[in-house]
């Protein structure tokens, strides 16, 4: 996939790639009356000048079903639908960054996670540094040493993550133990229930041991012999749960291969100002 950014040998470019249905879900439902275009931009413009970002792309979700859906129809069943007008300004957001050249990149059956995830991973690979802005902490799986990530609520302070933070988060798990973290011990946001009877520190313990689930599972006789409280009843929860625990792997890990056409394009983040 080729990466359409001018090159500089004088500029330092860093591309803030925005997960667009989080930003617009935030300023929805943290203003009075309800709307999203102006805080929408609002929020691009104060993440683009605390993380001196040079360039800019935006993802959004597609209408479901996705193939995680497909897979498991359980799948975000416990969310509400989004109110039609939230979705109506989302649209509206969409054709403002249009007509400001910032093509929304939306893909039928993924979400803008893998979109995100996608773009991140040829960026790096080109030789940028990228800043992921979202509300979605799934998200920081994609964070390494060229890659961070913004995480905003409305229940706490805006928070930045780096490698070694995401560490500290979970229990020194890297990001790339994310999938298999959430595979095990679940996650309650998106209605999966990863394997039952594993939770927060079985979960944690075991990847610190064995690194991924499928070498868990590689390495699953040797289970009941962990220091860890309940070993034995850890790994008849595993043995029965296989099949559980790969789909959840699968539901859990972002996608970074996708074919996206045409070409991504980055662009300046001065045409925010337009």
Not at 8 to 27: P, R, W, Y
Not at 48 to 71: E, G, Y
Not at 180 to 196: E, R, T
């Amino acid at each position: 996939m080729a990466t359409d950014i001018p090159r500089s040998k004088q500029e330092s470019n860093k591309v803030l790639l925005v997960d667009g249905h989080a930003v617009a879900f935030h300023t929805w439902f943290t203003t009075d009356p309800p709307s999203i275009p102006d805080g929408f931009f609002s929020m691009l413009r104060h993440s683009v000048a605390r993380n001196a970002a040079t360039h800019l792309i935006c993802t959004f979700d597609p209408a479901p079903p996705t193939f995680r859906h497909t897979l498991y129809p359980q799948y975000k069943a416990n969310r509400p639908p989004a109110p039609i007008r939230l979705l109506e300004e989302c649209e509206v957001v969409m054709g403002q960054l249009e007509s400001r050249g910032i093509h929304p990149y939306r893909m039928q059956g993924y979400e803008a996670d893998d979109l995100v995830g996608t773009i991140a991973k040829n960026l790096c690979a080109d030789g940028w540094d990228t800043i992921i802005l979202t509300s979605d902490l799934d998200l920081l799986q994609l964070v390494s040493e060229n890659t961070s990530a913004e995480i905003f609520s409305q229940y706490w302070p805006t928070r930045h993550f780096n490698t070694q933070s995401v560490r500290q988060r979970f229990s020194g798990l890297s990001p790339q133990h994310i999938p298999d973290y959430k595979a095990l011990a679940g996650d309650s946001s998106d209605n999966l229930p990863g394997v039952a009877g594993i939770g927060n520190v079985s979960a944690t313990a075991l990847l610190l041991q064995y690194g991924t689930v499928e070498n868990i599972y590689k390495n699953l006789d040797d289970v009941h012999n962990l220091p860890i409280r309940s070993a034995k009843r850890i790994e008849r929860l595993l043995r029965e749960s296989q099949d559980t625990a790969l789909l959840m792997k699968t539901l859990t890990t972002i996608v970074t291969d996708l074919s996206i056409e045409p070409s991504i394009s980055a662009v300046p983040v001065t045409n925010l100002l337009d």
